[in-house]
């Protein structure tokens, strides 16, 4: 089955502690993106991916890290957590970043950092 | 940059009855897609639509580009219908970023 699998579904975490969300997908896309879903702003991208060893910051960069090694797997990295990162992620992808095709969204990732 | 209004922000209906959601863009867009997110969070493509019309059962939408709009309608509404409706857009964009536009979403909820 395509899908895009994000891991883990749910995290509660401390302030500081180093973490990483895992985001694949099987469908050989070479678009990839994280963004994030708070109350009345929205979702709001993170960073994006044109391809392997290819990313940039999208609006809110601020706070995270990511990369992309191989073209099945984009991982979002939080070196030092704050509370202000609690929110609801996505990881998204599509088959190019250049001919205009359906967004996959991976189940979501529902961190709270304390 | 690009703004997407949806309407209405919220919605009550009886199960079996019909509604319409709107979406409004303020500029031309590459893609435009509605999303369904449960309540358990989790985002459900409905359509890929950037023009045109599309059916898939009880969902319907139409995308009018020229005219900067799309609508989702929804027919004989079920419980498992409830949650947030999102509508979502690629503006034509100078650079490489694919990235969408999320308007605020329609929160609809079905009662039995």
């Known amino acids: 089955e395509a899908q895009v699998t994000q891991n883990p579904r749910y995290l509660i975490t401390v302030t500081g502690k180093k973490l990483t969300v895992t985001c694949s997908q099987n469908?050989?896309?070479?678009?990839m993106s994280w963004y994030r879903q708070d109350p009345g702003l929205g979702l709001r991208q993170i960073y994006y991916?044109?391809?392997?060893?290819?990313?940039d910051k999208g609006d809110v960069p601020e706070g995270y890290k990511v990369s992309r090694k191989e073209k099945r797997n984009f991982p979002l990295i939080l070196e030092s957590p704050s509370p202000n990162q609690t929110s609801l992620y996505f990881c998204?992808?599509?088959?190019?970043?250049?001919?205009?095709?359906?967004?996959?969204f991976g189940q979501g990732t529902r961190l709270t950092v304390v | 940059g690009i703004q997407v209004e949806q309407s209405p922000p919220d919605l009550i209906l009886q199960e079996g009855a019909n509604s319409t959601l709107r979406c409004n863009f303020s500029d031309s867009v590459n893609n435009l897609q509605w999303f369904h997110q449960n309540p358990w969070g989790q985002l459900i493509n409905l359509f890929y639509i950037p023009s045109g019309t599309k059916q898939n059962g009880r969902l319907s939408a139409t995308t009018v580009a020229t005219e900067r709009y799309s609508l989702l309608y929804i027919s004989s509404s079920q419980t498992t219908d409830s949650g947030v409706y999102f509508c979502?857009?690629?503006?034509?964009?100078?650079?490489?970023?694919?990235?969408?536009?999320w308007g605020l979403g329609t929160s609809l909820a079905v009662n039995p």
């Open positions: 998204a992808s599509s088959l190019s970043g250049t001919v205009n095709t359906e967004a996959f």
């Open positions: 979502a857009v690629e503006q034509r964009r100078t650079g490489n970023n694919r990235k969408l536009i």
């Open positions: 991916s044109m391809n392997v060893e290819v990313t």
């Open positions: 469908m050989n896309h070479e678009y």
